[in-house]
């Protein structure tokens, strides 16, 4: 089969198509024939040498597809069957091994594109708003980079779940996308401090940012906020002071998918499945795409996300 | 009646048994003529000058008592009726006002003493172990401080649910306190370093040190793992590695009782009689009393845990 091969360690633009074999099936596996892989910032690391590939996953990139099931292994699964697929690896390919649990099924109406392009930002934002700091409906929730894949997707959640959203964006044509998508609050970072706009409000925190407003979203928290770290674009060590944490009985928790065992991503496969799919199909939430590419381009696909000019997601068509 | 007042801001040698006003009751809330009442390191601070009171509390040191309900108000508790309370304040007093929601039975068989004893632990403990992280049966529990009042419980609440609990304590002699209460895994920590014993192994952390043991609870958490801070004797200001947290997925609460509402405290309150009272009835969990002193010998009491010479609690008699 045809898949994205990087040929010099480090380097995103080494990455190119090759012809590789088609992976072998473990038990509870399905063959998926991928029709389109979506696009993440962990890619691009990963391409660095900054996210490390879990033991026994596919060196090949690519968290989420939408495709077809090609082989169902020993599963009770149909051949033919549509479906999208949350990955640990392997989706920047014609074909990838897929364990059951990681199956979902694709919205009614929905192309092979947009199926791909929500997998896993749809995973990621209620495993960590949802199921770990439990959002309520009468809370403020402040999502960093509001104008990004996790972010257009965060607000339109807060929003069908009937919560005050708050975004931060560094443009004025970014923080028009999130209002246009519901958000409340917009916060230019680059003309504002938030942490000053939202003292003591913010109930939920979905962060991309890490040390850099490690400081800042403690200020931000209201009593009893759960800020929730995915991301570490301004670096890893920060300053914590406890002291101001524990005034507002706060939680921080740093997370990742990728990481998770196959037990854990098939609960928040199946939390999702049952939690945002109604939203999509009724379109309170609707995919951001910024535009697809031919695999071939998985290259240029990273080096757009590295200039940070994409607003909602990049998709690739196998 | 008498009460005890501190006579010199910041100077916990000021304390003093003084004529005061009975509490006036609010809606809600008993007048409690107080038997005996628990001595916490939150009091210490107190008189120190480092734990402001909440809005409306009692100026009176005192966080928790046993005694009797000698005016019901417009409630509908019994006059007479023995009970331990959770307290905001007051407690080193002869009457307390209590809201209706703090008020607890006395387990079966317990002393006014016993009882005063672990009404603050049990709360703090469950509150933060139970409730906020989720402690489970195969857990590695690993508790700051051992020997003290907050982990002579913890270590007994841990046993009780099944779970192997690891301790650090500063002396051969406190060690060997928590071995007897069923410690699993003894540290101490002027002799050997805990992240490294218990590296990657701790599911749930409950500290008393706050900064200073920051970076290595980080590194002695397990996958998932959740640490709860509820003291900051080390310090308050840390460095927080987000990297190294999300790489085990973690979770850092800092948390404190006395702040909260109403509401939410007898929300504590009610879970930790239900979970925890059947555990003191059947004397699987047992109290730790280092000593009683009488009312009039508060600024005595304090002192002792300033020196850090105690094990287990001390309680007021009144």
Redesign the interface.
């Known amino acids: 089969m045809q898949a994205i091969v990087q040929t010099e360690e480090k380097v995103t633009a080494s990455l190119e198509l090759q012809e590789v074999p088609v992976p072998t099936l473990k038990p509870g596996e399905v063959l998926v024939e991928v029709k389109a892989a979506g696009v993440n910032r962990a890619d691009l690391l990963q391409t660095q040498g900054n996210y490390p590939v879990p033991a026994g996953a596919s060196e090949i990139l690519g968290l989420e597809c939408a495709g077809v099931i090609v082989d169902a292994g020993d599963t009770g699964q149909t051949v033919g069957q549509e479906v999208a697929c949350l990955l640990t690896g392997g989706g920047y390919a014609q074909y990838v091994a897929v364990p059951e649990g990681q199956l979902m099924p694709i919205p009614e109406g929905y192309s092979f594109v947009e199926a791909a392009s929500i997998v896993e930002v749809a995973c990621t934002v209620w495993s960590n708003i949802g199921m770990?700091a439990g959002l309520q409906k009468e809370d403020t929730f402040l999502i960093h980079g509001g104008a990004g894949g996790i972010g257009t997707f965060a607000i339109q959640m807060g929003k069908a779940l009937g919560v005050t959203v708050a975004v931060t964006a560094g443009s004025t044509e970014k923080l028009k996308t999130c209002k246009n998508l519901g958000a409340d609050i917009l916060i230019n970072y680059k003309e504002e401090d938030f942490a000053e706009v939202l003292k003591n409000k913010a109930d939920v925190i979905l962060d991309i940012i890490?040390?850099k407003y490690?400081s800042q979203n403690v200020k931000a928290m209201a009593k009893d906020a759960h800020m929730v770290?995915?991301g570490?674009q301004g670096g890893?060590?920060?300053?914590?002071?406890?002291?101001?944490?524990?005034?507002?009985?706060?939680?921080?928790?740093?997370?990742?998918l990728r990481?998770?065992d196959e037990a854990d991503k098939a609960r928040i496969v199946s939390s999702t499945v049952e939690n945002i799919w109604p939203l999509l199909q009724s379109k309170e939430i609707t995919p951001h795409i910024d535009h697809t590419l031919p695999l071939a381009e998985a290259a240029a696909a990273l080096q757009k996300i590295q200039d940070g000019t994409i607003t909602g997601k990049l998709v690739l068509a196998v």
């Open positions: 770990l890490g040390a490690l770290v995915i570490m890893v060590k920060g300053e914590l002071n406890l002291g101001h944490l524990l005034a507002k009985r706060g939680t921080i928790s740093a997370t990742a990481g998770r």
